[in-house]
């Protein structure tokens, strides 16, 4: 079997249920936050009225604030680390949000290959003809980043990226965007807070698909940026209101309720992850494993744990339509974060013929055979036999 390393301390998330569970002063004391079900907030008088007007802090309609919504975005950005968050209704919305809050026609975005596919393709279909430029690098290499920094308007990052879960050196690329006065964001659903605190490596704006890990229960689709808050000022001032795409007060509600589960769920999603990680990487059938746990951390490794979610090549003795269909236990589906275990082989996504519209699977050389599955609650062991009887039926 594959050394783990280094080895990780077991952390008990002192901070993070300091933060969830702190004593709150709902309204009648209310042991859960209520729900805000309303779209307006009136005003007592005219006098009043005029002073939000001329500016004055205060609750007035649902796609602005919302207390059910301001409790989960509180919670997000204390366990970030950061000043001030803003939820929105996909973590989609969360992503457009932040960029187009910062770019302009003409501006130049530095993101890593192999990004989130539906981030490529706003990137691409939405903001290219716009007249927005996307550099593609290698975020595993400081001077490929350094180089293509020099005036690039935002550094846009995920670590580790998705499908080949490559590793960045967060510190070391948020110092070189410094020096280049180039904003960074991040996006950090894979590692949940609980495993990697950007803001703590210098990243400014820090972006979840709240509808994966924080939410936890395949039961929402949600997006949250925190950040400085100065900066979540202009997403508040420029496309969080106009955009619109504001996160519904239950949502906001069932996010609560699952961020508290956070420190219980993470660890079973990590050592599931893992151990099959493991057990994959040492099947015949298997030719390469990207999980970022089964490759050595760098001693400024900004990981402390590691998501569920990893992929896998299998050989070409494998009919990876068959393996699918073979699969008991583990469900054929998108998305991730849930109870369930999850998985999608990346050749349905692949087109069979060369599309007009760029293609982030084709384009960084990722194979046809590269599986990606996301590790549930489920025992390990019902997972494991799974998957080896349906590899076993799957050999051509
Ligand atoms: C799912 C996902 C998103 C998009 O979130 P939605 O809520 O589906 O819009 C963004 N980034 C990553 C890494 C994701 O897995």
């Given at each position: 079997m594959t050394h783990l390393s280094p080895p990780l301390p077991h952390p008990d998330f002192t901070a993070a249920r300091e933060i969830l569970f702190a004593r709150t002063d709902y309204a009648t004391n209310a042991a859960a936050p209520p729900i805000f079900q309303t779209s307006l907030f009136s005003f007592d008088t005219y006098e009043d009225m005029a002073a939000v007007f001329a500016g004055?802090?205060?609750?007035?309609y649902s796609r602005g604030d919302n207390p059910t919504v301001m409790e989960f975005e509180s919670l997000t950005a204390a366990l970030e680390g950061a000043e001030a968050g803003r939820a929105f209704s996909s973590g989609m919305a969360a992503i457009a949000a932040v960029v187009m809050a910062f770019v302009q026609a003409g501006d130049r975005v530095v993101t890593v290959r192999n990004v989130y596919g539906d981030a490529f393709k706003l990137f691409e279909k939405l903001l290219v003809p716009l007249g927005v430029r996307f550099d593609y690098i290698d975020g595993t290499d400081p001077e490929a980043v350094a180089a293509a920094?020099?005036?690039?308007r935002l550094l846009y990052l995920e670590n580790?990226?998705?499908?080949?879960f490559e590793e960045q050196d967060l510190s070391a690329l948020t110092a070189l965007a410094r020096q280049h006065g180039v904003i960074t964001a991040i996006d950090n659903s894979w590692a949940t807070p609980l495993y990697q605190q950007p803001v703590r490596h210098g990243v400014d704006l820090v972006i979840h698909a709240a509808s994966k890990y924080l939410g936890g229960y395949s039961d929402t689709v949600a997006g949250v940026v925190v950040g400085r808050k100065e900066l979540i000022d202009r997403i508040n001032g420029l496309t969080y209101p106009y955009l619109g795409a504001k996160l519904s007060p239950f949502e906001a509600f069932l996010l609560t309720r699952g961020l508290r589960s956070l420190p219980l769920r993470m660890p079973l999603h990590m050592a599931g992850g893992l151990e099959i990680a493991a057990r994959l990487a040492a099947h015949d059938d298997v030719e390469q494993v990207f999980h970022p746990g089964l490759r050595p951390g760098g001693a400024?490794?900004?990981?402390t744990g590691f998501g569920g979610v990893f992929s896998f090549e299998v050989s070409p003795a494998i009919d990876v339509p068959r393996f699918a269909n073979a699969l008991r236990h583990i469900r054929l589906g998108?998305?991730?974060?849930?109870?369930e275990s999850l998985l999608v082989p990346l050749k349905v996504a692949v087109p069979a013929t060369p599309s007009t519209v760029p293609n982030p699977f084709s384009r960084f050389g990722i194979s046809p055979r590269l599986i990606r599955l996301a590790v549930g609650l489920e025992p390990v062991e019902s997972l494991w036999e799974d998957l080896s009887t349906a590899l076993t039926a799957a050999r051509i």
């Open positions: 004055e802090p205060r609750l007035v920094l020099p005036g690039a580790p990226t998705t499908l080949t400024n490794r900004s990981l998108v998305s991730w974060g849930g109870p």
